[in-house]
């Protein structure tokens, strides 16, 4: 994935054979400390031509300005080739601020870093697990800026394979990210996925089984939550048949889509005095 990041960008890529990812981790020349998301190194017949540090960067952070030069001059030590910083951003603001130049020195003008960035609009949408599980951050990135594609299920499914990747309190944090930014249509859709289509998987991860545990016990909530529902439906339409009022094909759709018991229980206090069924939605 990482060509077409960096041609979405209009960045002119080497020559190069093949690709390879790699860990984050710099130990060579950098301390134990500094993790790159993911890094991936082009190489062609006689070598190395280009190393990425690719960053998923979710908000800005200060600190971030000086351990990126790290992670650049690491790999290029590393790998003996030209190396450059791949940020993703989930929106402008992050991407602004991630886009920023990094002055090594002082007052030199030749003495910086200056990041490639990738904002919401330029993200690749991801829905194959192989990528899910090679470039983990970017499907959670995916999910968060491609909720409304046509096959959002997809996404979604590939972002639940990347958050299996990541170790517990990490993969808490990109979920979050995630659910943060769904529309109710869309959190609705990752949600099912979470409870419902991936019920028979087999978890890998202590985070996905012990959100799984959770879903089931919400799940079980919302049916019991759904049957009372129904139930106060049952009776609104009751009260009306019984009443003689007309109720209208228009008007038993939205009656029957209903879920907030609240609103049906205060219905069906209406429809005892109400002249017509349409006098229910009154504000």
């Avoid at 130049?101 to 870093?113: M, N, Q, T």
């Avoid at 490639?116 to 949408?125: H, K, Y």
Wanted: aromatic share 8%.
């Amino acid at each position: 994935m990482i060509p077409p990041l960096l041609a979405a960008l209009g960045w002119q890529l080497p020559e190069f054979d093949k690709i390879e990812n790699l860990s984050g981790d710099l130990p060579i020349l950098a301390p134990t400390e500094y993790h790159a998301d993911s890094v991936a190194v082009l190489h062609a017949a006689d070598g190395p031509v280009l190393a990425v540090v690719v960053e998923v960067q979710l908000r800005p952070d200060p600190d971030k300005r000086w351990s990126w030069p790290v992670y650049v001059a690491a790999l290029r030590a590393r790998w003996k080739c030209p190396t450059v910083l791949l940020v993703l951003c989930p929106d402008k603001r992050t991407a602004r601020w991630a886009a920023k130049p990094i002055d090594f020195g002082y007052g030199h003008p030749y003495a910086r870093l200056v990041p490639l960035v990738l904002d919401p609009s330029a993200v690749p949408v991801v829905t194959d697990l192989e990528t899910a599980n090679t470039l983990p951050e970017l499907a959670v990135l995916s999910a968060a800026s491609h909720y409304a594609h046509p096959d959002n299920a997809k996404v979604f499914a590939a972002a639940l394979a990347a958050l299996e990747t990541f170790e517990e309190d990490r993969a808490d944090l990109y979920y979050d990210f995630i659910l943060t930014r769904l529309p109710r249509a869309a959190r609705s859709v990752w949600e099912t996925l979470m409870t419902s289509t991936l019920r028979n998987y087999e978890y890998q991860s202590d985070f996905a089984r012990r959100y799984f545990a959770q879903g089931k016990k919400r799940g079980e909530a919302e049916g019991h939550e759904k049957g009372k529902a129904e139930g106060e439906v049952r009776a609104l339409l009751t009260v009306l048949e019984a009443r003689g009022i007309p109720v209208s094909d228009e008007v038993r759709d939205r009656i029957t889509a209903c879920i907030d018991t609240d609103v049906l229980a205060e219905w069906v206090r209406r429809a005892v005095t109400v002249a017509s069924a349409e006098e229910l939605f009154a504000e």
